[in-house]
């Protein structure tokens, strides 16, 4: 197990504020079709960790008295899991924000889910799909046989509908993962790499890519302890920070909720238990900050931070420089 101590309190990390709320990030659980080695959040098959449909409310509750925001960020484990995924992305359309699903792209294969791409296209929801690398091989290794042809098989069903044509209104955007403890490459030649041989080969479409740096929790985090990487992965981390990357980390402008409704400054600060700073409670609920504007509340950081601001930097909308 990851000793997440190695993470946290005290860091050198600089302190930062957030700047305003524009995205509210919900988890809807742990569950998922796949249990891929660089996962953050452990998700797998077996997992039973999932959003109920009272707090779906409180979510739709928070973004109805919150009307400056652009938008929600799906997420899971696979979200499109979740049985009140559909009503959640339906509800949130109609306030006339937008939904960005954070999909694994082999889900759209599994039974059950045959209508899932067209549900997401007459929603004009933004489809992020993670596809690791254009190689089977190196896509299969990080998340499973088979996972390659399953991912090309859901960007067809995409592209059918409409996804990733350019100038067309509906987005898709890709996901690159180093493979192993190692910054991503510059984002902007990969992502001509990527067009290139998934347009040749496969007759595949998108309109960008995002380049994401491994965090060193969870999942990855314990294969790099149990290969003894983890030292050495933090000090690649800690000798690329970059400070001009702390003006655009995504935490200034978002904030995370968990499947129970708990709130944290981001994703992987959830996945570390470190709750958003708040004078209402130690572990506030989404309930606790639907008359509170979370502008220039102070992030709570730890050594994990240097994962975002490295090289040309992470957030989930890719490289930050």
Not at 32 to 53: I, K, W, Y
Not at 61 to 70: N, S
Not at 165 to 170: I, M, V
Not at 298 to 314: D, F, K, L, N
Request: glycine letters at 10%; aromatic letters at 6%; a neutral charge.
């Amino acid at each position: 197990m990851l000793d997440t101590s190695k993470l946290l309190f005290p860091s050198a990390f600089p302190p930062i504020r957030r700047t305003g709320l524009e995205t509210l990030q919900v988890n809807l659980g742990y569950r998922c079709n796949q249990s891929c080695t660089h996962c953050h959040v452990a998700a797998g098959p077996q997992r039973t960790e999932q959003m109920t449909a009272e707090t779906v409310a409180d979510i739709l509750r928070f973004l109805g008295r919150h009307p400056g925001m652009r938008g929600i960020d799906l997420t899971g484990g696979a979200p499109e899991l979740n049985p009140h995924f559909r009503d959640l992305v339906r509800r949130t359309r109609a306030l006339g924000l937008g939904v960005t699903d954070r999909c694994n792209l082999t889900i759209l294969t599994e039974p059950g889910q045959a209508d899932l791409a067209r549900f997401l296209a007459e929603q004009g929801v933004e489809v992020v799909a993670s596809l690791p690398c254009y190689l089977e091989e190196n896509v299969d290794s990080q998340r499973g046989k088979g996972s390659f042809e399953a991912s090309i098989a859901g960007l067809r069903q995409l592209n059918a509908l409409g996804y990733g044509a350019a100038g067309g209104g509906l987005q898709l955007n890709l996901v690159y993962n180093p493979l192993g403890p190692t910054l991503p490459p510059p984002q902007g030649p990969l992502e001509q790499d990527y067009k290139k041989h998934l347009l040749e080969r496969y007759g595949i479409r998108f309109n960008g890519l995002f380049t994401i740096t491994n965090m060193p929790i969870r999942r990855f985090g314990s294969r790099l302890l149990s290969k003894g990487e983890f030292e050495p992965y933090m000090q690649l981390l800690r000798g690329a920070y970059c400070a001009t990357n702390l003006d655009t980390v995504m935490c200034r402008h978002l904030i995370s909720v968990d499947w129970r409704g708990q709130v944290y400054d981001c994703d992987f600060n959830q996945m570390l238990d470190i709750p958003l700073q708040s004078d209402r409670s130690p572990k506030p609920h989404i309930r606790d900050l639907i008359d509170t504007d979370p502008a220039g509340l102070t992030i709570r950081v730890g050594e994990h931070c240097y994962g975002c601001t490295a090289g040309q930097g992470s957030s989930c909308g890719g490289a930050l420089s």
